[in-house]
Structure formats: structure tokens, C-alpha cells
């Protein structure tokens, strides 16, 4: 049974740093691209960065780029995403999501965790 378990989520204020975990269990990691996503309250859900196995190659959301950095300890089937310079705007429930392949994309991610809330206070 797959299983992405997020964590490190939380309250912080406007230019704070975070940390969110996501941890893989049940899966072949290194044959996934890992992806965070978030969901705003009454907005869809929004690609945020994604992770290949190899090389590996990172890609982000315009909003975020220079500010998070998505990395992964494939030793620990584990994917992080660090997140500087936060701003209210970025408040969401966080995602952690596996797809299968080589090559990164927006959708079409097979396995998703519960996710995990970061309020950015103003």
C-alpha cells in the first residue's frame, strides 16, 4: 500500500521559513517524480515544484520560484520542500504527490498524501 505521509506544516509569519517533509513508503521511489502542490481555500489546487530521479531536475510555479527548493534523500524515500520569504498568499494546504515515470509534469500524479496546512500570518 502506497503511502506519502506529509509533514512539517504549520503558522509562521510573513518572511518566515518552513520546511515540509513528505515521507514515501509502499512505492519503488526512484521510479517517481515527486511533486508538491497546494490548495488554497476556494481556489483549485496549484502545481508548486516537482523533483525527477534523475540528475535530478527541479521545476517550479512562477510564484514561488526563488523563494522554495524542492529536494528529495532517495536514501530515505523522502522529498522536501523548502520554503523561504513567505508570503500571506502562500497560505494552502500543502501536498506531497508521487507520479510515475521519469518525466516531470503538472498532472497525472498517481498517489497523493493527506496533506499538511501552512498559514502565512500578515
Known amino acids: 500500500q502506497v503511502q506519502l505521509v506529509e509533514s512539517g506544516g504549520g503558522l509562521v509569519q510573513t518572511g518566515g521559513s518552513l520546511r515540509l517533509s513528505c515521507a514515501a513508503s509502499?512505492?519503488?521511489?526512484?521510479?517517481?517524480?515527486m511533486g508538491w502542490f497546494r490548495q488554497a481555500p476556494g481556489k483549485e489546487r496549484e502545481f508548486v515544484a516537482a523533483?525527477?530521479?534523475?540528475?535530478?531536475?527541479?521545476y517550479y510555479a512562477d510564484s514561488v520560484k526563488g523563494r522554495f527548493t524542492i529536494f528529495r534523500d532517495n536514501a530515505k524515500n523522502t522529498v522536501y520542500l523548502q520554503m523561504n520569504s513567505l508570503k500571506p498568499e502562500d497560505t494552502a494546504v500543502y501536498y506531497c504527490?508521487?507520479?510515475?515515470?521519469?518525466?516531470?509534469?503538472?498532472?497525472?500524479?498517481?498517489?497523493w498524501g493527506q496533506g499538511t496546512q501552512v498559514t502565512v500570518s500578515s
Open positions: 523533483i525527477t530521479w534523475s540528475e535530478p531536475s527541479t
Open positions: 509502499g512505492l519503488t521511489f526512484s521510479s517517481y517524480v
Open positions: 504527490a508521487a507520479r510515475f515515470g521519469a518525466n516531470w509534469s503538472q498532472g497525472r500524479y498517481n498517489y
